[in-house]
């Protein structure tokens, strides 16, 4: 039995989030030293208190906190005291609140911030060689300021950093303003869409911002096997040329201001060293073309803009951040093996930024996704047809053990690699099951009705039975499509051709 209420605090992420208190709104204001990797903050937080409480803990790891203020409804509430402990900052008020009561909250800051080591490595904040790279997911957000770090509670956020001159803080949505501070620069920033805390992110380092072109048609054609099933489909429904964005100001909001309901596209910019600029250009030319391809298939890209981040540092794995993806020097090869990657960082966009799991079982809603994605483009790009991708995916977990519950992996296999390839596969499964104009016009409504909120197996399971269902198909068939991909253990046979 597949449960939708989520759980508060995760059970993947126990000493994470609270349910007590929710946040619409972070202003954060930093200033960061980057030769003693030392940070001085002040966060406010606007939000809601969800029960009657005298207590609020925030998550905030091994950060010294100085001072924190309270007020609801223009009040002052006093806070009676404070204390860290144990990854938590824990804020005692004189007097308790009644739930749906508004709480802003105030907390001033500073320390050398520490990565957190859990089941999946070191996350959050990082020393480079020269700059910072913040790695949140699951629950680094901590590491760098305080929060409530649990993926259902998203929240827009104001961004103030100041550092060193000569270096670039990118952080998540849109640059709204610069100015220079004696040997000092400080840079603003704006989310304007919500997201959870870990996909909150600040990368610093000597990168300029660059526009990528926009790809040259701004059409798309579906691709590979669809492409050859629903030509006239295709025709009928294909957007007409994307708007272009010439000589985009990076510092500048988009003309439109970042809607990309009209054309499905937004301005799309690099963030790299000069050394690394035209290697950068290159291999990642082609992300406005991806942005096409998937647009078409899920919806217009769910935020202002878009923005890659190179490292001068390799990286073990890119990194996927609301609005913005973390890729290091070593990806830059123009492989397939590469490419695929920057193909599922930004579908990460559509499916774990725009649309977040309730809670980290659900992961496969987020990977799967991203590598079903994988497949679309190698399709769209002369990589293979999606069905040869697949075939490929099925046959090397067909080697591997079968002994993980994709839609109920546990802490520990949440980011195997099975979860990836079989989720995708759920997908295809579901493609052949139900036929490519079914399929794509439930995956396009999934995204629609759920843009910019939390979303869980259970949702996807009901949501992919009415479609199938008003498609044609028998009550129930898209959910016993999908069942034994999700919640057994034993790989299902390839799927078969309809």
Request: net charge negative.
């Amino acid at each position: 039995m597949i449960e939708e209420t989520p759980v508060l605090p995760d059970p993947y992420i126990p000493g994470s989030g609270t349910p007590d208190f929710t946040v619409a709104h972070y202003d954060l204001q930093l200033e960061v030293k980057l030769a003693a990797n030392r940070i001085a903050g002040k966060a406010r937080l606007e939000g809601t208190v969800l029960r009657p409480a005298k207590r609020i803990e925030l998550d905030l790891h091994e950060l010294s906190v100085s001072k924190v203020t309270a007020a609801s409804q223009g009040r002052t509430v006093k806070v009676a005291k404070t204390a860290t402990r144990k990854g938590r900052l824990v804020i005692d008020l004189a007097n308790p609140l009644e739930a749906g009561a508004p709480l802003e909250l105030e907390v001033t800051y500073a320390g050398v911030p520490t990565m957190l080591t859990g089941p999946w490595g070191e996350i959050g904040w990082e020393e480079l060689t020269d700059g910072v790279l913040v790695a949140g997911q699951p629950n680094g957000a901590a590491t760098w300021f305080p929060c409530v770090d649990h993926p259902s509670v998203k929240s827009t956020y104001h961004f103030t950093v100041a550092t060193d001159a000569g270096y670039l803080p990118v952080c998540n949505g849109l640059p709204t303003g610069h100015r220079r501070r004696s040997s000092r620069e400080e840079w603003t920033w704006e989310l304007r869409d919500p997201a959870p805390s870990y996909l909150v992110t600040l990368q610093i380092g000597r990168y300029q911002l660059v526009a990528v072109p926009e790809h040259p048609t701004g059409r798309h054609r579906a691709p590979g096997s669809v492409r050859q099933r629903v030509q006239d489909l295709v025709l009928d429904l294909l957007p007409g040329p994307a708007a272009e964005h010439p000589e985009q100001d990076p510092w500048q909001p988009p003309k439109d201001g970042g809607d990309a309901a009209g054309h499905g596209s937004a301005p799309v910019f690099l963030a790299v060293s000069p050394a690394l600029q035209a290697r950068a250009q290159d291999v990642l030319g082609r992300q406005t073309e991806m942005m096409a391809c998937f647009s078409w298939h899920f919806g217009p890209y769910p935020f202002d803009r878009y923005t890659a981040v190179v490292t001068d540092d390799d990286l073990e794995i890119p990194l996927e951040a609301a609005s913005l993806s973390i890729f290091g020097a070593n990806h830059l090869t123009g492989s397939w093996a590469a490419e695929r990657l920057v193909a599922h960082e930004l579908a990460h966009q559509w499916f774990g930024n725009a649309l977040t799991l309730r809670q980290w079982r659900d992961i496969w809603l987020h990977e799967g996704f991203a590598c079903y994605s994988e497949w679309l483009w190698g399709a769209e790009s002369g990589h293979g047809s999606l069905a040869s991708l697949a075939r490929t995916a099925w046959q090397g977990l067909a080697l591997k053990a079968q002994d993980l519950v994709v839609a109920d992996p546990g802490p520990e296999l949440m980011f195997d690699d099975r979860i990836y390839k079989r989720g995708a596969l759920t997908l295809f499964a579901l493609n052949r099951a139900l036929g490519d104009e079914v399929f794509t016009d439930l995956i396009r409504s999934w995204v629609a009705e759920h843009r910019h909120s939390s979303v869980d197996t259970g949702m996807f399971l009901d949501h992919a039975d009415r479609h199938a269902e008003a498609g044609g198909h028998p009550a129930g068939h898209a959910r016993a499509v999908m069942r034994p991909w999700l919640c057994e253990p034993g790989l299902p046979a390839f799927p078969a051709s309809r």
